[in-house]
C-alpha cells in the first residue's frame, strides 16, 4: 500500500505546483464561467471564475501514469498495463468535456451553454460502448460481478457490455450535475476513488489502486484551489472525465454493484433531476402546470434555497459521502 499512497501524495504536490500557473492562463484567456441566471443569487458573484480546472486533475494522471506505463517497456515493473483502459477513459471524456466547456465559454449558442445535450449524450454511448467492449474483451475476471456474501464472483456474459456502457454514462452525468458548489464534486470524488484504490489494493489489483489514490492526490491538489471561495471551477473537462473513469475502475474490480453506495451522493443529485423533470412533464401533461418536487435540481440548490450556506451543503455532502464510502468498502470486505 505504500506505493500507491506514495504516489498519490507525488501527484498531489506536483499538480499544485502548477495549479497557479493554470489559473493565470486560464484568466489570462478569459475562460471564465457563466452562471445561469436560475442559480441561487449567490452564485452570481462567481461569475467569470476560470473553469476548465479539470485539466489539473486530468493532465498530472495522465504523465505520471504513461512515464510508469513507458519505464516497464525499458524494463522497470512500476504499474500495470491494466490502467490504460482508465487512462483512455479519462481522456476520451475530458476531450468531450473540453469542447463542450469551450462552446459555453465561446460557442454561438446561449450563454452559459455548451455543446447540444443530444450530441453530447450521443458521444457519452459511442465512447462508453467501445470502453465496455475493451473490458469484456479482455480477462475473464472483468466481465464478473462481485455480490457482498458470495465468495466467488459471476460471470455475467454479454451483459455486461450494456450494464458497463450505462455505468460510464450514468456517473460521468451524476459528477457532471454534483459540479455546482466549491469543493463538492471534487471531494465526493476523491472519496469515491479511495474507498476503490482501498477495494482494488485487498483484491491485488495495486496496479488499480495506484492508479486510484494517483487520481485522489490529483483531486485534493485541484482542492487546495476549488475550496470556497474558488478559484478554479472543474468544469465539464474534469466533472464529465472523473465520473466515467470512476466507474470504470469500479467495473474493473468487479465491485460494481457497490459504485451507487460509494458513490451515493452522485446517484442522489443525477435522481434528484430525473425526479424533478419527470415529475414536471407529467404534472403539466395531467394538469396543465408542471409542479416540482424540490425548489431547484440538482438536490444542492435545493438545499441551498431552503436556507443552507453553501459550505454547509458541501460539508453535509461530504460527510454523507465518506460514510457512503465506509459502508461501500465493509460489504466489498463480506
Not at 258 to 276: K, R
Amino acid at each position: 500500500m505504500a506505493y500507491p499512497l506514495t504516489l498519490g501524495a507525488i501527484t498531489f504536490f506536483l499538480a499544485v505546483i502548477w495549479g497557479r500557473p493554470l489559473i493565470n492562463w486560464l484568466i489570462r484567456n478569459e475562460m471564465g464561467k457563466k452562471i445561469r441566471v436560475e442559480e441561487p443569487g449567490s452564485h452570481q458573484m462567481k461569475m467569470g471564475t476560470p473553469t476548465m480546472g479539470g485539466l489539473m486533475v486530468i493532465l498530472p494522471v495522465i504523465i505520471i501514469t504513461g512515464l510508469l506505463n513507458f519505464a516497464n517497456l525499458l524494463g522497470f515493473n512500476l504499474i500495470g498495463q491494466s490502467v490504460l483502459v482508465p487512462m483512455g477513459t479519462l481522456v476520451a471524456f475530458g476531450i468531450l468535456g473540453l469542447i463542450d466547456d469551450l462552446e459555453g465559454i465561446r460557442g454561438s449558442r446561449v450563454v452559459g451553454e455548451g455543446i447540444m445535450a443530444r450530441t453530447k449524450a450521443s458521444w457519452q454511448v459511442i465512447f462508453a460502448l467501445i470502453i465496455a467492449v475493451l473490458l469484456y474483451i479482455g480477462p475473464t475476471e472483468l466481465r464478473s460481478v462481485a455480490i457482498p456474501g458470495i465468495p466467488q464472483k459471476i460471470n455475467i456474459g454479454i451483459l455486461y457490455i450494456g450494464v458497463a456502457a450505462f455505468l460510464i454514462v450514468g456517473f460521468s452525468n451524476a459528477v457532471n450535475l454534483t459540479d455546482g458548489l466549491d469543493g463538492l464534486a471534487g471531494s465526493l470524488a476523491a472519496v469515491a476513488y479511495a474507498c476503490y484504490g482501498v477495494i482494488a489494493y485487498l483484491q491485488g489489483q495495486v496496479w488499480l489502486a495506484a492508479f486510484c489514490f494517483t487520481m485522489v492526490g490529483a483531486l485534493l491538489a485541484f482542492l487546495w484551489f476549488n475550496a470556497h471561495p474558488a478559484e478554479l471551477f472543474m468544469g465539464d473537462v474534469g466533472s464529465l472525465a472523473i465520473g466515467g473513469t470512476l466507474a470504470v475502475v469500479a467495473l474493473m474490480t468487479g465491485q460494481w454493484l457497490l459504485l451507487p453506495i460509494v458513490g451515493a451522493m452522485f446517484v442522489a443529485e443525477a435522481l434528484s433531476v430525473t425526479i424533478q423533470v419527470s415529475w414536471f412533464k407529467f404534472t403539466k401533461r395531467r394538469y396543465g402546470e408542471g409542479r416540482r418536487v424540490f425548489k431547484m435540481s440538482p438536490l444542492h440548490y435545493h438545499f441551498e434555497l431552503k436556507g443552507w450556506s453553501e459550505t454547509q451543503v458541501m460539508q453535509r455532502f461530504f460527510l454523507c459521502g465518506i460514510l457512503a464510502g465506509m459502508l461501500g468498502v465493509a460489504l466489498a470486505l463480506i
